[in-house]
């Protein structure tokens, strides 16, 4: 009896093995690799059958955009996009237009628009305001002590090249654009970010547009 028995629970351990991995399988199967190449498509031709336009009518060739209110995506971290695109279709990230958008991309979608820009040369910015460059210089690099607002090289990078995931690629950015994004944490716009929202309460206009023109000259 005990033999039958043990022979018994042997057989459901098997099938039990068997059955973990084929579910296991099944997972793998569902792990999509990113795909540039389709993330170019539709990034250059959108898609007209789900009113979805083109991102290089705002965005520029290879995210290089022209437009200074809109931000330059060629060169920024895969998993940062991807990030952005999911948490613009909820409430922590509201733009207008982006959270339109982003509600009706897939999952793959977003994933290959990100592949696709990361893999994309930024063209280089500058710094336009000689008279503040040296603010916004100290400010990057060191931050200011008496307001208790840390470096922006701490967490961005000398260069501004940023953490994968964490931390943007800001160098080369628009400077209305960065301008744009820490008045919009500074008054509770977008919340993606505890951290941004609280350095950008102590930064007064005259110190966000000092920092935000340095950083459009990081290369």
Same mark, same amino acid.
């Given at each position: ?5 043990? =022979? ?8 039990? +093995?068997?059955?973990? =991995? ?19 498509? +539709? #990034?250059?031709?959108?898609?007209? &059958? ?6 290089? *009518? ?6 290089? *955009? ?6 330059? +995506?060629? !060169? ?22 982006? *959270? ?18 990361? &893999? ?19 400010? #990057?690099?060191?931050?200011? $002590? ?14 501004? $090249? ?13 400077? /209305? #654009?960065?301008? *744009? ?11 993606? =970010? ?9 930064? =007064? /206009?005259?110190?966000? !547009?000092?920092?935000?023109? #340095? ?5």
């Amino acid at each position: 009896m005990n033999r039958v028995l043990s =022979s018994l629970l042997k057989t459901m351990l098997v099938a039990a +093995l068997a059955l973990a =991995s084929v579910a296991y399988a099944n997972e793998e199967k569902k792990v999509v690799k990113a795909d540039p190449a389709k993330g170019e498509t +539709l #990034y250059t031709n959108g898609d007209a &059958s789900r009113n979805i336009p083109a991102c290089i *009518s705002c965005h520029g060739a290879g995210g290089n *955009s022209t437009i200074s209110q809109n931000p330059k +995506l060629a !060169a920024q971290h895969e998993a940062y996009i991807y990030k952005q695109l999911v948490e613009f279709k909820g409430p922590t990230r509201v733009n207008a237009v982006m *959270s339109m958008y982003a509600k009706v991309l897939t999952d793959e979608e977003m994933k290959n628009l990100a592949a696709y820009v990361e &893999s994309q040369a930024q063209k280089p910015g500058a710094a336009k305001n000689k008279d503040t460059v040296e603010i916004g210089k100290k400010i #990057y690099r060191a931050g200011i $002590a008496e307001k208790n607002v840390p470096a922006c090289a701490g967490c961005h990078g000398p260069n501004g $090249a940023g953490i994968p995931a964490q931390f943007a690629r800001i160098g080369g950015q628009h400077q /209305d #654009y960065t301008v *744009s994004q820490l008045t919009g944490f500074r008054g509770g716009v977008r919340k993606n =970010s505890a951290q941004m929202m609280t350095i950008a309460k102590r930064l =007064s /206009d005259d110190e966000m !547009a000092a920092v935000a023109d #340095y950083i459009a000259g990081l290369k």
